[in-house]
C-alpha cells in the first residue's frame, strides 16, 4: 500500500481523544505540552497477577471513566465494554470537531484499528462464569469479537458507509487511518473515521509481554514515573498507557461545512511487510516504509522538520528506529517521543501519536520527551526536558507493529 503516484488533497477534519493524561482534545493538548504523565501501578481489576502468584507488578498509565455524550442510547451502554466506551468518547468528539451531523450516513465510513483488544474484560467475564456456563449472556456472542465495537459505533451515531476493523498490532492506528485514506480517495465514502482502539490487557497479556522482554519495567519497579524511556540509554521495555483515538479523513473542498478548520493535509503515507512472524524490526522495512511515504508526498528528507518516531522504550527497535531515520537522512528534524508522556497505547498508539503531532501544529509548540537523560544518539534534534516553539510545516509519523508492518504517514501544514 502507499505508491508514488501523487493522491488528490486530503485532509484530516476532526480529532477526538481519550488517554490517562486527559480526555478530550483541549485536557490532552495541555497535559502533553507540559509533559504530565500518569504513571503508576496498575489498578484496573483483571491487570495485576492473581493473588499469590510472585511477579513484580505491571506498570502503566490508566484512563478515568470516558465521559460519554447523553445522547448515547443506555440500552447501548449496558454492555459495553471499556473499549467501546472509549471509541464512543472519542468518537462522539470527532464528530463534533468536524461538524458530521448533516453529512449523508450513507457516505461516512468507520475504520477501527486493532484485534483481539478487549481480552482483559473478556477474562473477567470467563472467570465469573467458570462454574456456571449455562447462564453465560447472550450478548456474549457477539461482544467477544472486534466487529462488536464496529456495531456499537455505527449504531449509536448511524454511520451507514462501509465499517470494518484492521489489525496490525501496535500499528493497528496508523493503519486504520491509511485505510480510512484509501476509502476515500477511492470514492467508497466522502468521509471516512478512523478509530484507535483502547487495547484492554489483562495480566495474560500483560505477561506475554514481559516475557519476551518487550513490557518493563524491573529496572524502575518502584519509580514509576522514571520507567517509560524511549531512547535512552537506560530503557527496558515499554510501559502501557490507556488511550484511543479518532480521526475524521476527508477529501478537501469536499463538503466545506462553517465551524470546520482543517487540521492538516494528508500528503503521503505507506504499508511495507518484512514477511516475519517475530517481533524483531526490520531496518530495511522501516527504511522502505519512510521512503514510500516521501515518495508519496512528493516531499524531500530536508523538507521534513518533524518525526514523530514510534518509540517503545524497547532494547532493539529504538535502536533500528534511529538507524531508519538516519539512513533516510532525517537526522536534522525536530524528534520527540510521545510515548515517554502517554505511555504505549499498542492499538492506539498510531492514532494517538498523529492526533499529537496535529495538535503541536497548531499550538505551534512540541512537547518534552520524559525521562530522556541519556539519548542513544544525542546528535539528533531531540526535544528533552522542555517544549520547544516551532511551526512544523511536514512532520512524519511513524508506527510499527509485531509481524513485520511498518506505517509511515506524512500530513503538512493546511
Avoid at 162 to 174: P, Y
Avoid at 393 to 402: E, V
Amino acid at each position: 500500500m502507499g505508491s508514488t503516484e501523487r493522491p488528490g488533497p486530503l485532509l484530516i477534519s476532526g480529532i477526538g481523544v481519550v488517554s490517562a493524561i486527559g480526555q478530550g482534545q483541549a485536557a490532552f493538548t495541555d497535559a502533553l505540552l507540559h509533559g504530565r504523565h500518569r504513571f503508576g501501578v496498575m489498578r484496573r481489576p483483571g491487570r495485576q497477577m492473581p493473588e499469590g502468584a510472585c511477579a513484580t507488578p505491571f506498570l502503566g498509565a490508566e484512563i478515568d471513566e470516558p465521559a460519554l455524550s447523553c445522547t448515547i442510547e443506555p440500552r447501548l451502554l449496558r454492555t459495553a465494554s471499556l473499549s467501546g466506551r472509549a471509541a464512543l468518547a472519542a468518537l462522539d468528539e470527532a464528530w463534533r470537531d468536524a461538524c458530521l451531523f448533516d453529512i449523508d450516513p450513507d457516505r461516512i465510513a468507520l475504520v477501527i484499528g486493532g484485534s483481539n483488544f478487549q481480552q482483559r474484560e473478556l477474562t473477567l467475564l470467563h472467570d465469573a462464569y467458570r462454574d456456571r456456563v449455562p447462564f453465560l449472556r447472550p450478548s456474549y456472542a457477539v461482544s467477544f469479537m472486534d466487529s462488536d465495537v464496529c456495531g456499537l459505533c455505527s449504531a449509536a451515531f448511524g454511520i451507514h458507509g462501509v465499517t470494518r476493523t484492521v489489525g496490525g498490532a501496535s500499528a493497528s492506528g496508523q493503519l486504520a487511518v491509511i485505510e480510512a485514506i484509501e476509502t476515500v480517495r477511492a470514492g467508497r465514502a466522502d468521509v471516512c473515521i478512523a478509530i484507535g482502539a483502547l487495547m484492554d490487557l489483562g495480566y495474560w497479556e500483560c505477561q506475554g509481554f514481559r516475557a519476551t522482554g518487550a513490557m518493563g519495567s524491573y529496572h524502575y519497579a518502584h519509580e514509576p514515573e522514571r520507567a517509560c524511556r524511549p531512547f535512552d540509554e537506560d530503557r527496558d521495555g515499554f510501559i502501557f498507557g490507556e488511550a484511543c483515538g479518532a480521526i475524521v479523513v476527508e477529501r478537501d473542498g469536499a463538503a466545506p461545512r462553517a465551524g470546520v478548520t482543517p487540521y492538516a493535509r494528508l500528503a503521503g503515507w505507506a504499508v511495507r511487510i518484512d514477511g516475519n512472524r517475530d517481533p524483531n524490526p526490520s531496518l530495511d522495512g522501516e527504511v522502505s516504509a519512510i521512503r514510500g511515504a516521501l515518495a508519496c508526498a512528493g516531499l524531500h528528507p530536508g523538507e521534513i522538520d518533524y518525526v514523530n518516531p514510534h518509540g517503545t522504550g524497547s532494547a532493539l527497535g529504538d535502536m533500528v528506529e534511529l538507524q531508519a531515520l538516519r539512513v533516510c537522512g532525517l537526522g536534522g528534524a525536530h524528534l520527540n517521543t510521545t510515548k515517554s508522556v502517554t505511555g504505549h497505547g499498542l492499538t492506539a498508539a498510531g492514532a494517538i501519536e498523529l492526533i499529537a503531532v496535529l495538535v503541536q501544529m497548531r499550538a505551534a509548540q512540541l512537547h518534552p520527551s520524559l525521562n530522556l537523560e541519556r539519548p542513544m544518539d544525542a546528535d539528533f534534534n531531540w526535544v528533552r526536558d522542555s517544549s520547544r516553539p516551532h511551526e512544523i510545516r511536514h512532520a512524519l509519523n511513524l508506527s510499527m507493529g509485531f509481524g513485520g508492518i511498518n506505517t509511515a504517514v506524512c500530513v503538512s501544514n493546511y
